[in-house]
């Protein structure tokens, strides 16, 4: 039988290859670790040779794989572009969209690439911030459509939750930081989702703690963390590689997950705003 590559197998090993981690490229496709590592595993069969180099640090493309991802990225751009040709889903425009900082890194470049090469003649104009600085955006009409955070269970401003993400509390490795009473925090501002759950967690629990660092940022939350001199908040997909998540041996409180939900400027989208939130259900299928 005739060996052939698949679409979906290619498309991980994009996923793998930009974000040198097979965990990372699971949450990029919405999979299970385990199901990406058994992709490679068929991809490599097909290929009949080693396509990554599998090590504590993560994973790296071989030669092989390496040629392989050039041929992956033109395989499925030409093969998206057909799709959309044929299904006369060419659109044109100006599109306004905004998201949390969280996901700028790890799924926004693929997601924007993705939809990218099936609407070439779109122009995308992208705003991060945090959600309640988001849903401003919505209310002055100065966005078309936002992804935001919302408490997992009170997804109410867009009603269909399209992901959920694990909130983790994040410090600098060996850092005695998580020890200190009161306990230091890096957090958002007052009235974004990671400050008011970190503090409803603790004072849940009894803990003292002090918000030593606020801010906007997500740069600023990650910089202070990095200094040993706060523990923050993030979402696991924002986590960098440095830092380490704290567990309960570090004495904290679980934090909820948060979900992401879609929310629009009018009622009813335009149609370019309607195939945008199309693409993001399809990029991030419901959890």
Known sequence: MTASLDFDLLRS???????????????????TQSAISMQMQRLEEVAGQPL???GARGVTLTAAGERLVV??????????????ELRGARMSGVLRFCCPEDYAVALLPHLLQGFA???PQVQMEVVCAPT???LELLAR????????????????????????EPLVWVARRG???AGLTP??????????LDHVLAKRALEAQGRAFRVAHASSSLAGLVGMARSGQAVTVLTRTAVPDDLEILDDAHGLPPLPAVALTLAFDRERPTPLTAAFAAHIRKFLPTA
């Open 71 to 84: 041929h992956a990225g033109e395989l499925l751009r030409r093969h998206d572009e057909a799709l959309a």
């Open 13 to 31: 090993l994009l996923a793998v290859a930009e974000t040198g981690s097979l965990s990372k490229a699971a949450s990029r496709v919405a999979r």
């Open 183 to 192: 306990l230091p925090l890096a957090l958002g501002a007052p009235d974004a």
């Open 52 to 54: 990554l180099h599998r």
């Open 175 to 177: 850092a005695p930081v």
């Open 132 to 134: 309640p600085r988001l």
């Open 141 to 164: 009409h100065a966005a078309d459509l936002a992804l935001v955070s919302v408490e997992d269970g009170h997804a109410g401003i867009g009603g269909e939750v399209i992901r959920r």
């Open 117 to 119: 090469s099936l609407h």
